[in-house]
């Protein structure tokens, strides 16, 4: 279990509250906003109204004993620099904070922020490979350019093991486990033979993923 604090409870701040919850996680959220403040009372070690584009209010948190502070308060770029900028200057030891334009991913990386959460983007991304590459079905982006992805076998490889077909050196990407119906098993390489109603998860940079359902085997 790790020490989050959320500051900002818009739609974004409301969604990632719940989720890191549902984890485990011992969570303090902030906001001027009673209301929604009160509604993530129940799921929440601790919440607070304010507004943390205070000094004050920041150091009377003490934000120095979060494992991370995320600051969802993308709407407006000054405060959000303003409230990262301060909470790096108070002790915090990460700082996570969403963003909406790609122009203000440079700035608070420069002035504070230890990542950033860019979720239209990521989504988009998401979205496009999912449906523009025939047989996928997810993906998970780790960076830029690399990330996991959950496929239907190529209609080649029906029949034989990762060994044989030597997806590797071939295709430059990996396949870590397969997929049936909800449950997700790792590989046996040597072993397992590639089934048509089971799910390839793939490791691998997008280009190469890309290729290789693009070839339509």
Known sequence: MRSMLVIGLGRFGRHLTMSLAEMGND???????ETVVNKLVPYVASAQIGDCSDEVVLRDIGVSNFDV???CISNNLESS????????ELGAKKVVTKVNHDIHVKFLL?????DVIYPERDMA???ALKYSAQGAFDYVELNDNYGIFETEPPRLWLGYTLSEIDVRKKYHVNVIAYKNE???HPLDREKYTINKNEHLIVAGDRKSFIELVRKKM
């Not at 969570?27 to 906003?33: A, G, L, N």
């Not at 420069?110 to 230890?114: C, T």
């Open 182 to 184: 909800m449950d997700i």
């Open 125 to 127: 991304r998401r979205a």
């Open 27 to 33: 969570i303090m959220v902030i906001d001027k906003d």
């Open 110 to 114: 420069q002035n504070g922020a230890d």
């Open 69 to 71: 502070c995320f600051v």
């Open 81 to 88: 620099l303003v409230i990262t900028t301060m909470l790096k």
